[in-house]
Structures are given as structure tokens and as C-alpha cells.
């Protein structure tokens, strides 16, 4: 018999000390109700994150859940889906986490194309840390350690997972959860890499970048929009003005999982018992 799932049935009972208004409730809704939507159930389904605001809610969806150290959320959910192709895996964290100590691991998931999804929950601040600004802050913005402003250019990554070879990209808002849970569903059934970059304000910190600042300042993709068109992907990318919502891009080619495996026995299938005992003999030997 299929059981019904509800967004519920991904609740956990850990309270939230994420600041009231945060943008990331909007992704832990959208998230619950996408896994429910699409049938899945808590011991399917592996969820990673990473350190930051953002990086708390693994612990806020009922699941196998792993809290990793910072940046590296993509190594981790990879090696899991190594392990058991089985599980629906899901890797999370902010702007800061993937995007500049995580940047080294974000390239490679995204030229490995992995079988998962990964959320990147943009503030455009370091929210945990008091608000300094991240790799996707604007040249100018004020914090407490650049009083004179950022002197960085923001990165783009969506448009840096297109260049490495992303094969879905998606945006959405926080503020609008009923289209951030049809992107999730994309994501999750996507067959490889799928990037959902999420605008979640920070309330506490960036006065700037605010629900109201996005609500003039993004635009949704119309049904006109070529998802399959690479290079009209990277000019909605990097076109000056609005930010585009949707799915970008999207194209198939092979997983890691087809390219490595080859028809090979997953690592939670197998027999360990033989390995460890060879495992003590060795250790034996060298006492």
C-alpha cells in the first residue's frame, strides 16, 4: 500500500533559532513539501550541510542527516550517494559555505554531475558571523569590517556552474514557496547535478538586499524561455538589471555514479566482516 506523505512527516522536533523573518524557513517549507509531494520518506533520503545560518537545517528535516565542517557539504553528499545510489541525497548550505571556502568543491560536483541536489541558500552576508560581507555581496556594501564598503565583485554561480558544465540550474525566492517546491521537485528528479540557488534575505543583517528589495528586483522566466539553450542560459545569467527565477538550464549527460560504477556492487551492499578481519591481520602483523 503507498503512504501518503505530508510535509509533516519531514518536521523535526529540534526548535529553530534562526531569527524570526529568516528567508530560510521559506526553503525548509518548500523543501518538505517537495519531499512529500513526490513520495519520498525520511529514511530515503540523505540531507548534508554545511557551517552558517543556512547549515542548521539538516537538522530541521527529518532524515539521515549529516552536518559537515565548513565547504564541505559537496564531498560528503557525494560519497554518500557512492555509497548507496539508493538514497535521494541533498546537499545544503549559504553563499559563503559554497561559494568561497566550499568554491574548490562546488567546481568539481558540478563537472562530476553526481545524481543530487544542492541548495544554496544566498543572503548575500555572513549571517553567523555578524554580517560580513560574502562572495555575493555588492562592491560597496557596508559591514562592520568594511566600513567603506566591499571592495570585492560578487560572484555569480550559477553562471560559474554553467561555464563548468552544470546540468541544471534553477533560482528561486524564499517569499514565493509555491515555485520554490516545483524547482525542489525538478532538483531532486533531475538525473545529476542540480543546482537551486534560493534569494533568502537576512532580517538581522543586510538592510540592503531585503524581501522588498527582491520583490522589485527579480523577474520570473517566461514560458517562452529555452531551458535546453546554453548560451541564452548565460546571457539571462549575466545580464545587467533583474535576476531571473526558474530553471535556467538543464541538459542530460552521464551521472558519476554510471561513469564509475560500472554495474559495481554499492559500498552498502557489501560484505565487510572479511575486510576486517584482513584489516587486523595487517594491523597484527606490525605490532
Same mark, same amino acid.
Given at each position: 500500500?503507498?503512504?501518503?506523505?505530508? !510535509?509533516?512527516? $519531514?518536521?523535526? =522536533?529540534?526548535?529553530?533559532? *534562526?531569527?524570526?523573518?529568516?528567508?530560510?524557513?521559506?526553503?525548509?517549507?518548500?523543501?518538505?513539501?517537495?519531499?512529500?509531494?513526490?513520495?519520498?520518506? !525520511?529514511?530515503?533520503?540523505? $540531507?548534508?550541510?554545511?557551517?552558517?545560518?543556512?547549515?542548521? %537545517?539538516?537538522?530541521?528535516?527529518?532524515?539521515?542527516? $549529516?552536518?559537515?565542517?565548513?565547504?564541505?557539504?559537496?564531498?560528503?553528499?557525494? =560519497?554518500?550517494?557512492?555509497?548507496?545510489? &539508493?538514497?535521494?541525497?541533498?546537499?545544503?548550505?549559504?553563499?559563503?559555505?559554497? #561559494?568561497?571556502?566550499?568554491?574548490?568543491?562546488?567546481?568539481?560536483?558540478?563537472?562530476?554531475?553526481?545524481?543530487?541536489?544542492?541548495?544554496?541558500?544566498?543572503?548575500?552576508? #555572513? +549571517?553567523?558571523?555578524?554580517? @560580513?560581507?560574502?562572495?555575493?555581496?555588492?562592491?560597496?556594501? %557596508?559591514?562592520?569590517?568594511?566600513? @567603506?564598503?566591499?571592495?570585492?565583485?560578487?560572484?555569480?554561480?550559477?553562471?560559474?556552474?554553467?561555464?563548468?558544465?552544470?546540468?541544471?540550474?534553477?533560482?528561486?525566492?524564499?517569499?514565493?514557496?509555491?515555485?520554490?517546491?516545483?524547482?525542489?521537485?525538478?532538483?531532486?528528479?533531475?538525473?545529476?547535478?542540480?543546482?537551486?540557488?534560493?534569494?533568502?534575505?537576512?532580517?538581522?543583517?543586510?538592510?540592503?538586499?531585503?524581501?522588498? *528589495? $527582491?520583490? @522589485?528586483?527579480?523577474?520570473?522566466?517566461?514560458?517562452?524561455?529555452?531551458?535546453? &539553450?546554453?548560451?541564452?542560459?548565460?546571457?539571462?545569467?549575466?545580464?545587467?538589471?533583474?535576476? !531571473?527565477?526558474?530553471?535556467?538550464?538543464?541538459?542530460?549527460? !552521464?551521472?558519476?555514479?554510471?561513469?564509475?560504477?560500472? +554495474?559495481?556492487?554499492?559500498?552498502?551492499?557489501?560484505?565487510?566482516?572479511?575486510?576486517?578481519?584482513?584489516?587486523?591481520?595487517?594491523?597484527?602483523?606490525?605490532?
Amino acid at each position: 500500500m503507498t503512504t501518503t506523505m505530508t !510535509p509533516k512527516d $519531514f518536521a523535526t =522536533a529540534t526548535p529553530s533559532w *534562526w531569527c524570526p523573518g529568516c528567508g530560510d524557513y521559506g526553503v525548509l517549507s518548500a523543501l518538505k513539501a517537495a519531499l512529500a509531494e513526490l513520495g519520498k520518506q !525520511p529514511k530515503d533520503v540523505a $540531507f548534508v550541510s554545511g557551517i552558517g545560518c543556512s547549515g542548521k %537545517i539538516s537538522g530541521y528535516l527529518h532524515s539521515y542527516a $549529516f552536518h559537515g565542517v565548513h565547504g564541505r557539504a559537496l564531498p560528503v553528499a557525494t =560519497a554518500v550517494k557512492l555509497a548507496n545510489r &539508493d538514497l535521494t541525497v541533498i546537499a545544503a548550505g549559504g553563499d559563503g559555505d559554497g #561559494y568561497a571556502i566550499g568554491a574548490g568543491h562546488f567546481l568539481h560536483a558540478v563537472r562530476r554531475n553526481p545524481k543530487m541536489a544542492y541548495v544554496v541558500m544566498d543572503n548575500q552576508t #555572513y +549571517g553567523l558571523t555578524k554580517g @560580513q560581507s560574502s562572495p555575493t555581496s555588492q562592491t560597496g556594501y %557596508i559591514t562592520g569590517t568594511s566600513p @567603506q564598503g566591499n571592495p570585492d565583485a560578487p560572484i555569480n554561480g550559477l553562471a560559474v556552474a554553467l561555464a563548468a558544465g552544470g546540468t541544471f540550474l534553477a533560482r528561486g525566492f524564499s517569499a514565493n514557496p509555491k515555485h520554490l517546491v516545483g524547482l525542489m521537485k525538478e532538483a531532486v528528479e533531475h538525473d545529476g547535478f542540480a543546482i537551486v540557488e534560493v534569494m533568502s534575505p537576512c532580517v538581522t543583517y543586510n538592510k540592503i538586499n531585503t524581501y522588498a *528589495w $527582491f520583490k @522589485q528586483n527579480v523577474y520570473y522566466l517566461d514560458d517562452g524561455y529555452d531551458a535546453t &539553450d546554453r548560451v541564452r542560459a548565460f546571457e539571462a545569467l549575466t545580464a545587467e538589471g533583474k535576476i !531571473p527565477l526558474g530553471v535556467i538550464y538543464r541538459e542530460q549527460r !552521464p551521472t558519476l555514479e554510471t561513469l564509475t560504477h560500472l +554495474g559495481a556492487t554499492p559500498i552498502v551492499d557489501l560484505r565487510l566482516d572479511p575486510q576486517l578481519r584482513e584489516l587486523v591481520a595487517i594491523q597484527d602483523a606490525y605490532a
